[in-house]
């Protein structure tokens, strides 16, 4: 974690509660990007977080990153902050060009690449982005591209949260630069830092959807109270502030672990269990706030919708359950001895070593 990690933190939480209001993620509904919010998100610089300032970033770490994208969430801003950030950490990483553009990553295998025209699937805010990063296989390798969005033609698609995952299509794709590591290689580690970044964002999504179910719970009487003095509504209470605070600790300790060996197996873990919180508190949120939640009026919706489209992005419970098992299956030890770093045979009964 740096030094700063606080401070661009308030500095994020000020710029996206003054212009990631409900107003705004309902025109970007509409169609309207979100050109004023993006515009002071790249001025402040977080855009090029996490890259050195000899390549041209603006420094931190990752630490910094999730934390960042924490807030990102927190305001359900519609806009692809952590895929343009990877985007210019892979170029930088890569000895491409870092620029203050909007550009996102895309992965391609290799049977979709043997002729044109050549089409990307579900490209993140592909009609707002500038530029894409093709990252293809050539044979095991992986090798990559950048490609203008206004050299091909968009197909416009989009997640249960509106958030646009369009279809596009290329005749050319340019030049390729090859990479020193495998397509496999850079995959996973996209998709790694994909994962995490849906878990911060649940986690920061997760906060609102309390706030707002604790300020209606105050606000609304039935029966001559308010609703938050009935025990069942402080149970549901209750239910989601234990899964948001659960949440919060998970992001913290995987995102400490990110750059480790034991990176992917945190990973793993968080996003099982975010995917899962998630669906409790957006369960909960629902049945306290009863019909007027599921109005489009009501901006719960605007949390709830993303928490349901990010679990399942980057991979959902059983893709990292599957990831999870294979790492423990492919180690000398057990999974006891994974998790409690004692061997079997020095277990006894009554043992708290």
Not at 34 to 58: D, P, Y
Not at 237 to 248: D, I, K, P, R, S
Not at 253 to 265: H, Q, R, T
């Amino acid at each position: 974690m740096s030094e700063m990690k606080s401070f661009i933190e308030d500095a994020a939480g000020k710029i996206l509660k003054d212009l990631s209001t409900k107003e705004q993620r309902e025109r970007f509904e509409e169609g309207e990007w979100a050109s004023s919010l993006w515009k002071t998100i790249q001025e402040s610089g977080l855009t090029l977080l996490g890259i050195e300032e000899e390549k041209g970033g603006v420094g931190g770490d990752y630490e910094d990153v999730f934390a960042i994208l924490r807030v990102v969430g927190k305001y359900a801003a519609p806009i692809p902050l952590a895929e343009v950030i990877y985007a210019n950490q892979f170029l930088a990483t890569h000895d491409g060009e870092v620029e203050d553009k909007l550009r996102v990553v895309h992965f391609t295998e290799e049977s979709s690449m043997i002729q044109s025209p050549y089409k990307l699937i579900h490209v993140p805010y592909g009609r707002y982005v500038d530029e894409v990063v093709v990252i293809r296989q050539e044979d095991q390798q992986a090798s990559y591209s950048i490609v203008d969005v206004l050299t091909g033609e968009i197909e416009k698609n989009a997640n249960l949260a509106a958030e646009p995952r369009d279809n596009l299509t290329f005749l050319n794709l340019g030049e390729t630069k090859k990479l020193d590591l495998s397509f496999k290689e850079a995959l996973e580690n996209y998709t790694k830092f994909l994962a995490l970044s849906r878990v911060a964002m649940m986690t920061g999504a997760m906060e609102s959807v309390l706030a707002l179910s604790t300020f209606y719970a105050k606000e609304r009487h039935q029966f001559g109270r308010p609703l938050h003095r009935f025990q069942a509504i402080q149970h549901h209470l209750t239910a989601m502030a234990g899964e948001v605070a659960a949440a919060y600790s998970t992001l913290s300790v995987a995102s400490s672990f990110y750059p480790s060996d034991l990176g992917k197996e945190q990973i793993a873990m968080a996003k099982i269990e975010l995917s899962a919180n998630a669906n409790v508190v957006a369960k909960a949120a629902h049945q306290l706030h009863a019909g007027i939640g599921m109005t489009y009026e009501h901006e719960l919706h605007h949390f709830t919708r993303r928490l349901w489209s990010w679990r399942e992005e980057a991979g959902n419970e059983t893709y990292w359950a599957d990831q999870l098992a294979s790492l423990y299956q492919a180690r000398e030890e057990t999974i006891w001895e994974s998790i409690t770093h004692v061997k079997g045979e020095e277990t006894h009964a009554g043992s708290t070593v």
